[in-house]
């Protein structure tokens, strides 16, 4: 009888354990985190959207544009320096000094003039959509990446994400270095 009474309790204990494991996982970004996490342009997609190793996959559609550039090289360095211990602000700051070649060849479009629907160039200031606050093309572009890079880093956190390959200390991937 106690032999019965010791083997319920071991099994009711190694259920409740095993629920717990599970919902810290979830919480982590364990196993259902990694739901969160974006394929790399260029990368093999299965259906669900995970990462193939070979197989019947299609790849994600390689960055075309300054502007598809930068998001590509801010989601590579920001799941590549998501590991560091630092604090996620501080580490979007590190993806956002990696960017600064490929924020420069963003922000060069803005100094191409280009004609409006009126054929007058579009102004150098105006109001920002966001904060009401005077501001320019090249501010928004750095505050973007500013949010964007944070974005990347906690989503790499939350969920568990794989980092890019890294060769020589740059994510596999990037044109021009950054």
Sequence with gaps: MAARKLTAVLALSALALAACSDDDDERRGGSGGARLCIPFAG??????????????????????????????????????????????????????????PALSRWNQQALAPAAGPTGAPPPSQAQSLITGEETNAMAERYRYAEGRALFYVVQARAGNCPAPPVTNGVPDGLAGAG
């Design 43 to 100: 990368a093999q997609t299965t259906q669900g959207g995970q990462t193939a190793q070979g197989g019947q996959a299609a790849p994600a559609a390689a960055p075309t544009g300054p502007s598809a550039a930068m998001d590509d090289c801010l989601h590579r360095w920001g799941y590549a320096l998501a590991a560091s211990e630092d604090p996620a602000d501080q580490v979007a700051g590190a993806v956002v000094a990696a960017c600064m």
